[in-house]
C-alpha cells in the first residue's frame, strides 16, 4: 500500500460517514421545521 491509498482510506472512513450523519440531521431538522409550521398554519 503507498501512502496515498493509505491517505486516501483513512479520508473515505472519517468523511462518508460525516456526511451521511449530517443529511440525516439535515432531514430531521426539516422534518421538526415541517410539524412546527404545520401547527401554526
Do not use: D
Amino acid at each position: 500500500m503507498t501512502k496515498h491509498s493509505v491517505g486516501r482510506k483513512i479520508h473515505s472512513v472519517m468523511c462518508y460517514p460525516n456526511i451521511q450523519l449530517m443529511l440525516i440531521g439535515i432531514q430531521y431538522c426539516y422534518c421538526a421545521l415541517a410539524h412546527i409550521l404545520q401547527l401554526f398554519f
